[in-house]
């Protein structure tokens, strides 16, 4: 395979719009497994996302220029899955199963194309939601993070020369490959790239794959995004995220039905999916609300992925829950992917050795860690935490909790009625820097 020079490519990008966004592809395989469930149960569903930058000193409106971004977003909204992508999706085996997708949701992907966007600014910020059908907007949250991130990394990198850029990128090479040697070093490690929504950039994003793959070999067990996947050889992975069980609660009609609307989205999942796609995501309303209500069925599936609380604490909760249901722990699945760095990775490891099978979700700090790498003083290259997450259905405020109120997301006044209905406990505030 034919290495890139990212530095000299980086440089010479002259021409008037170098696309961040090539492929509707280029996004992570759960965004698709989601918009089969939502297009083949909830057609009717209009969900808007929103943009929130968490990290409140980085002024986004100064830093991306507003014609850069509407042509980035405007180029995306072009694109169509090709003829050999929609091959390749129904065709292709994932998670040991063949024809994952339906022919007829195959048929409707091929003239899939991303809705409209509503952009403006507000004290720095830019204000940018996707309003629409819930099956349409859906698609929209990986790009448009993806955009946004890079074109904040091409901002930094706008004054630097060719030979500062080759520092730049070697000294973060080098820095990547140390983390890889620390993980190599973890004999039965699986590790998976999950980094596409805050990488650096789409280049950099594939060349840490590609020194994944060679790094730790059989290790690296694939990566969330669909694109590098089929460039790659390599597995397709990823589950169900936070807008399913938010959109659900945002429906709700009763206090009742709002309680049960984590355990719906699971049942409504486990109608399409089985085996090892029954991974449960237990902390959208808090993981303690949601392990004292779950129902005995959801302890028969596969494994959970504790994402925002501390790993060995979250991890050891379930566990407890695990046996309390009288399960072996030993057979069960612990997927960790919140914020990982090399140092998370290594302690989760030597505390759940042996006592449940794990997987590391390997984000941000993958794919985007340049800090201390510039060979000019500059922070502006530093990962921030940006999402797109959904803020209303059908014309009604969504929600998330989280297990670290940090990440609580939506209206106050509607964040305060599901405290008062799944209740605060387990919710510990920490940083939260991706």
Known sequence: MTKTDIA?????????????????????????????????????????????????????????????????????????????EMIWLGGNNFYGRKQIFEPEFLAWLEDFRLPGYE??????????????????????????????????????????????????????????????????????????????????????????VEALKEGIGDAFTGTSNVLLAMDNDLEALGTNAHELPMVFAALANSEQELRQAPYKVLQDWQRYYGG???????????????????????????????????PIEGGEKI?????????????????????????????????FRGKVRMSFGWGTNLTNDFEGCAPTETNSLDAISLVCKVSEANGRPAVKLSDNPAKATGDEKEIKRYLRIFGEKGRVEQLVKV
């Open 276 to 310: 090892n796609l029954l991974i449960v995501l237990p902390d959208t309303f808090g993981t303690a609300a949601f392990l004292r209500d779950a129902p005995d069925w959801i302890a028969d599936w596969t494994g959970f992925r504790p994402d925002s609380a501390p």
């Open 8 to 84: 000299r490519r980086v440089y010479n990008h002259t021409w008037k719009l170098d696309p961040i966004v090539r492929s509707l592809l280029d996004t992570d395989f759960y965004k698709l497994l989601m918009l089969q469930m939502i297009w083949g149960m909830y057609p009717k569903v209009d969900a808007t996302f929103t943009l929130i930058n968490r990290t409140t000193s980085v002024r986004l409106a100064d830093e991306i220029d507003e014609g850069e971004l509407r042509e980035q977003l405007d180029h995306a909204r072009t694109l169509r899955f090709s003829k050999k």
């Open 319 to 351: 566990l407890s829950w695990w046996r309390e249901k009288g399960k072996d722990p030993k057979q069960k699945l612990l997927i960790f992917s919140d914020g990982l760095e090399v140092e998370t990775i290594e302690e989760a490891y030597r505390h």
């Open 119 to 208: 952009l403006t600014r507000r004290d720095g910020q830019y204000v940018l939601s996707f309003p629409g059908p819930w099956m349409y907007t859906t698609l929209w949250e990986i790009p448009a993070l993806a955009i946004i991130n890079e074109l904040r990394s091409r901002a930094a990198m706008r004054s630097f020369g060719p030979f500062a850029l080759d520092v730049l990128y070697a000294r973060a090479k080098a820095k990547m490959w140390a983390k890889t040697e620390r993980l190599k070093a973890l004999p039965g490690i699986r590790i998976s790239d999950f980094g596409t929504r805050r990488r650096h950039s789409f280049l950099w994003q594939r060349w840490c």
